[in-house]
């Protein structure tokens, strides 16, 4: 068995009926390139045969009334593809927002607990003639680094790409008796004070030395104070996604004019957007909007996991019209946010999350969802914007060609948009999730990014 870390175990306490965590992605293919032709049961098939090879894939959530710990991973001994692929037609014409309101819906199931934690729909109908694919993964199971990992394993440069090896250096969860999970449980706990004395004095010192950072103006922006708008409030069930597609040489051109990072543009970005739609909505805020963006700490952190993540406050400058002068200040808050974050070391969020339990933190978040508390304290950040880096090449799923791989992660009360962002062979995907109740007419602010870029490659020509 595999114990899952406190922060892959978060992701399943804080979920409820109305705050769904997983992570989404809309895969867009050309299924001509596939060897021998599409059909759904062949890419079923192949989809089998390579998870099959793939250890995470096969792993499912065990537990027991006697555990004092968090939950563990068990290998699925009956698993069955047919339980994770699934098949559905959208209705004509078949155009982006047919896909998107199918894939909306499909985004608001949670995920069978009793099963391993993913499934795919293979979306048949596009008007253009390709297929659409629509993941989900729980968060509990995946970041945003493992996440594509995974998928990757199902990729390969060419369409007749081999089928990776059964992968024997992945360990395989294994099975564990309800005597295990209970004795396991038992020693962790056990050794949770000595890791509480160890962490505490660190995190004792935390708010005097954020506060003297601010002072000095070499802080992130702090929780709790970010301005009000109409994306933050609590969610219902109900689920609405839109998406595009951006030119990554525009993006790495206003990245060179401005000697800023691809990250500083993707915050750009966001933030035209955002000035553009919450303008039109006559409430764009005095004060800069405040972005959470994940930060991962694979390779900084050697703490177990699958989780491998911690999370940095930054402002998008939406107060500031020119975008010139709000791209070069977002690239100042993003070094400022990021040197502040380091600070904080890679395992903080890590180490505390272990404490975690599902009795408070489920029934807490249950009760923070029925009474609505998102609308009745200060803001404690606006977005969750994420940024995935991809390959540069063309990419095949399953033998057919990537044409957009659109990501798309989960919303939360109090912040019920996501932005997220990958580049793949020379484009840059963005996809943005949130919930109808909230946005509306989430497509009034996605195609706001193609002129938010626009307006950046315009002030890039104009630099000396």
Same mark, same amino acid.
């Given at each position: 068995?595999?114990?899952?870390?406190?922060?892959?175990?978060?992701?399943?306490?804080?979920?409820?009926?109305?705050?769904?965590?997983?992570?989404?992605?809309?895969?867009?293919?050309?299924?001509?390139?596939?060897?021998?032709?599409?059909?759904?049961?062949?890419?079923?098939?192949?989809?089998?045969?390579?998870?099959?090879?793939?250890?995470?894939?096969?792993?499912?959530?065990?537990?027991?009334?006697?555990?004092?710990?968090?939950?563990?991973?068990?290998?699925?001994?009956?698993?069955?593809?047919?339980?994770?692929?699934?098949?559905?037609?959208? *209705? +004509?014409?078949?155009? #982006?927002?047919?896909?998107?309101? !199918?894939?909306?819906?499909?985004?608001? @199931?949670?995920?069978? %607990?009793?099963?391993?934690?993913?499934?795919?729909?293979?979306?048949?109908?596009?008007?253009?003639?390709?297929?659409?694919?629509?993941?989900?993964?729980?968060?509990?199971?995946?970041?945003?680094?493992?996440?594509?990992?995974?998928?990757?394993?199902?990729?390969?440069?060419?369409?007749?790409?081999?089928?990776?090896?059964?992968?024997?250096?992945?360990?395989?969860?294994?099975?564990?008796?309800?005597?295990?999970?209970?004795?396991?449980?038992?020693?962790?706990?056990?050794?949770? *004070? +000595?890791?509480?004395? #160890?962490?505490?004095?660190?995190? !004792?010192?935390?708010?005097?030395?954020? @506060?003297?950072?601010? %002072?000095?103006?070499?802080?992130?922006?702090?929780?709790?104070?970010?301005?009000?708008?109409?994306?933050?409030?609590?969610?219902?069930?109900?689920?609405?996604?839109?998406?595009?597609?951006?030119?990554?040489?525009?993006?790495?051109?206003?990245?060179?004019?401005?000697?800023?990072?691809?990250?500083?543009?993707?915050?750009?970005?966001?933030?035209?957007?955002?000035?553009?739609?919450?303008?039109?909505?006559?409430?764009?805020?005095?004060?800069?909007?405040?972005?959470?963006?994940?930060?991962?700490?694979?390779?900084?952190?050697?703490?177990?996991?699958?989780?491998?993540?911690?999370?940095?406050?930054?402002?998008?400058?939406?107060?500031?019209?020119?975008?010139?002068?709000?791209?070069?200040?977002?690239?100042?808050?993003?070094?400022?946010?990021?040197?502040?974050?380091?600070?904080?070391?890679?395992?903080?969020?890590?180490?505390?999350?272990?404490?975690?339990?599902?009795?408070?933190?489920?029934?807490?978040?249950?009760?923070?969802?029925?009474?609505?508390?998102?609308?009745?304290?200060?803001?404690?950040?606006?977005?969750?914007?994420?940024?995935?880096?991809?390959?540069?090449?063309?990419?095949?799923?399953?033998?057919?060609?990537?044409?957009?791989?659109?990501?798309?992660?989960?919303?939360?009360?109090?912040?019920?948009?996501?932005?997220?962002?990958?580049?793949?062979?020379?484009?840059?995907?963005?996809?943005?999730?949130?919930?109808?109740?909230?946005?509306?007419?989430?497509?009034?602010?996605?195609?706001?990014?193609?002129?938010?870029?626009?307006?950046?490659?315009?002030?890039?020509?104009?630099?000396?």
């Amino acid at each position: 068995m595999q114990r899952l870390s406190g922060l892959d175990a978060s992701f399943l306490y804080l979920e409820t009926s109305t705050q769904l965590l997983h992570v989404c992605g809309v895969i867009v293919l050309d299924v001509s390139t596939i060897p021998g032709g599409y059909t759904f049961a062949g890419l079923k098939a192949e989809l089998g045969a390579r998870t099959e090879a793939i250890p995470a894939f096969r792993r499912k959530l065990q537990d027991s009334r006697f555990n004092l710990d968090h939950p563990v991973w068990v290998e699925d001994t009956d698993f069955d593809i047919d339980r994770h692929c699934h098949r559905v037609a959208l *209705p +004509a014409p078949g155009g #982006r927002d047919e896909l998107a309101e !199918l894939c909306g819906d499909i985004a608001g @199931i949670p995920l069978d %607990r009793a099963r391993p934690l993913w499934e795919m729909w293979v979306i048949e109908g596009l008007e253009d003639g390709s297929v659409a694919v629509m993941s989900k993964m729980h968060h509990a199971g995946v970041d945003g680094i493992t996440g594509a990992n995974m998928m990757a394993q199902l990729c390969g440069l060419e369409p007749d790409a081999p089928r990776p090896d059964r992968d024997d250096s992945a360990e395989s969860a294994g099975q564990a008796s309800t005597l295990d999970i209970a004795v396991g449980g038992l020693l962790a706990v056990a050794s949770r *004070p +000595a890791k509480l004395l #160890r962490i505490v004095p660190q995190s !004792l010192t935390l708010l005097p030395r954020w @506060i003297g950072r601010a %002072r000095r103006g070499e802080a992130m922006p702090a929780p709790f104070t970010a301005p009000r708008t109409s994306l933050n409030g609590t969610l219902t069930s109900h689920r609405n996604l839109a998406f595009t597609q951006l030119d990554l040489d525009k993006v790495k051109t206003v990245k060179n004019a401005f000697d800023v990072k691809v990250n500083d543009v993707v915050l750009a970005l966001c933030s035209g957007a955002l000035r553009k739609y919450l303008h039109s909505r006559r409430e764009l805020p005095d004060k800069s909007l405040v972005a959470i963006v994940p930060v991962s700490v694979h390779g900084k952190s050697d703490r177990p996991g699958t989780n491998q993540v911690s999370g940095m406050f930054t402002q998008l400058g939406t107060q500031i019209e020119d975008p010139a002068e709000r791209l070069l200040a977002i690239g100042e808050h993003n070094s400022t946010s990021k040197e502040h974050n380091e600070t904080l070391g890679p395992s903080l969020l890590q180490d505390w999350s272990q404490f975690a339990g599902q009795a408070v933190f489920g029934t807490a978040m249950r009760l923070y969802s029925t009474l609505g508390l998102a609308e009745r304290h200060p803001v404690v950040h606006n977005l969750v914007i994420s940024n995935v880096p991809g390959p540069a090449v063309p990419l095949y799923f399953l033998g057919a060609l990537i044409r957009a791989m659109y990501p798309l992660g989960p919303i939360f009360h109090g912040a019920g948009l996501n932005v997220t962002v990958m580049s793949l062979n020379g484009q840059l995907d963005v996809g943005l999730m949130s919930c109808p109740e909230l946005a509306p007419h989430l497509w009034d602010l996605v195609d706001a990014f193609p002129a938010a870029l626009d307006e950046l490659v315009e002030a890039a020509g104009n630099r000396p």
